[in-house]
């Protein structure tokens, strides 16, 4: 059974840091592209960093540019989104996402809350 289920959500001040985490299992991990999506209220879930299969490509949307970082280790089967100096705007709900190529299927974690205010 396929799972990813995000973790490290919460409410954090603005100038604050966070840092999620996406627990990946019943799949091969290491040959999937990962990545983070947000979802703010009534907006479109955008795409916010993507990190390729052993971590050597890592892309981020402008917006979060020199302020969030990708990474993942595959020997635990996990990805991370490293938040610092948080904006109100970067409250969504944050989902991580294993890239499905060569024939193999997408698949989204449940999502984890992450709120940004004083």
């Known amino acids: 059974q396929v799972q990813l289920v995000e973790s490290g959500g919460g409410l954090v001040q603005p100038g604050g840091s966070l840092k999620l985490s996406c627990a990946a299992s019943g799949f091969t991990f290491g040959r999937y592209v990962m990545s983070w999506y947000r979802q703010a209220p009534g907006k479109e879930r955008e795409l916010v960093a993507t990190v390729s299969e052993a971590a050597y490509t890592k892309r981020y949307a402008d917006s979060v540019k020199g302020r969030f970082t990708i990474s993942r280790d595959n020997s635990k089967n996990t990805v991370y989104l490293q938040m610092n100096s948080l904006k109100p705007e970067d409250t969504a709900v944050y989902y991580c996402?294993?890239?499905?190529?060569?024939?193999?299927?997408?698949?989204w974690g449940q999502g984890t809350q992450v709120t940004v205010s004083s």
């Open positions: 996402f294993a890239v499905g190529s060569l024939g193999r299927p997408n698949y």
